[in-house]
């Protein structure tokens, strides 16, 4: 399966109630639905994980959907958490995020976030990642963020300035994952695997 669609959206299931009931649905790659059980935090979902163990049990894993691209396991995802609903907003699930309503930011209390906006950005920068990716892999030699900024219009005339900032982050995004590595002091080129 090439890496492209290699996501998947899961559900973590409590085996104490039969039928056993959703309490978190996930994205992920590889064995990201078992990571939770090997590195229990102290987040709504980590408590119930640890009450599940102290019970001699396990959380059910289920995939729900495989094969996904990213974005298409982000839609999945945010849609899922909607239809359940999470435990703050009388549903379900203990996922944080809350896709219906608005909710306040605990770092800054006066910012009000609007209802899907958190979601809608990671499914836009996922976007725009793999716009990104597929420019650096069609062109060998590499990309330069010069080459990116112009060819998908991604320039910025901010205050009559060039800060194509956006762009920079998303060159630095995929290089944290390295899917992009600099070859040249400005070219970026796609890291084969």
Known sequence: MSEARSYYVYALKDPRSNPSRPFYIGKGTGVRAWEHQINIDGTRKGKRIQEIVDADQKP???????GLTENEALLIESELIAAFGTESQGG?????VIPLGK???????NLIIPSGVVERAQIGVALLKES???LAVAN????????IVHTLGLHSDYSGGSK?????????????EGKIRRVEKKKHKAQVR
Do not use: F, P, Q
């Open 60 to 66: 059910v894993v289920t995939k729900l959907v495989e």
């Open 92 to 96: 379900l699930l203990t996922n944080s």
């Open 103 to 109: 909710k306040r930011n605990s770092a800054k209390d």
């Open 132 to 134: 990104v990716l597929e």
């Open 140 to 147: 060998e030699e590499g990309v330069t963020n010069s080459d």
């Open 164 to 176: 194509d900032y956006l762009s920079w982050s998303i060159l630095g995004l995929l290089m944290r």
